[in-house]
Nanobody
Framework: QVQLVESGGGLVQAGGSLRLSCATS????????IGWYRQAPGKQRDLVAT??????TNYADSVKGRFTISRDNAKTVYLQMNSLNPEDTAVYYC?????????WGRGTQVTVSS
């Protein structure tokens, strides 16, 4: 069983920055894909940013140029979020996927005030 624990969420003013972290229970390189999704109230869970084991990244159009996904050489993946706006308010979930599995963290709340 893989554990994913998010941290770093909080309340920030529009234009501000936050850095989310996701601590995993095994090497981030062991997953086919690791990354972040978000879910705003009343909306579906949407992709934010993902990274493959080979380091290829994929971003939602709405966050390109503002958010950056990265990982260390061990068990943590990050999401640097800059130029935040109220539309970025959501619960952010870490996810890790393999050929026959998908794991989710419990999420961390990000609230951007105008």
């Amino acid at each position: 069983q893989v554990q994913l624990v998010e941290s770093g969420g909080g309340l920030v003013q529009a234009g501000g920055s936050l850095r989310l972290s996701c601590a995993t229970s095994r090497s981030t390189h062991s997953f086919n894909t690791i990354g972040w999704y978000r879910q705003a109230p009343g909306k579906q869970r949407d992709l934010v940013a993902t990274m493959t084991s080979g380091g290829n990244t994929n971003y939602a159009d709405s966050v390109k140029g503002r958010f950056t996904i990265s990982r260390d050489n061990a068990k943590t993946v990050y999401l640097q979020m800059n130029s935040l706006n109220p539309e970025d308010t959501a619960v952010y979930y870490c996810t890790a996927r393999g050929p026959a599995y998908i794991y989710w963290g419990r999420g961390t709340q990000v609230t951007v005030s105008s």
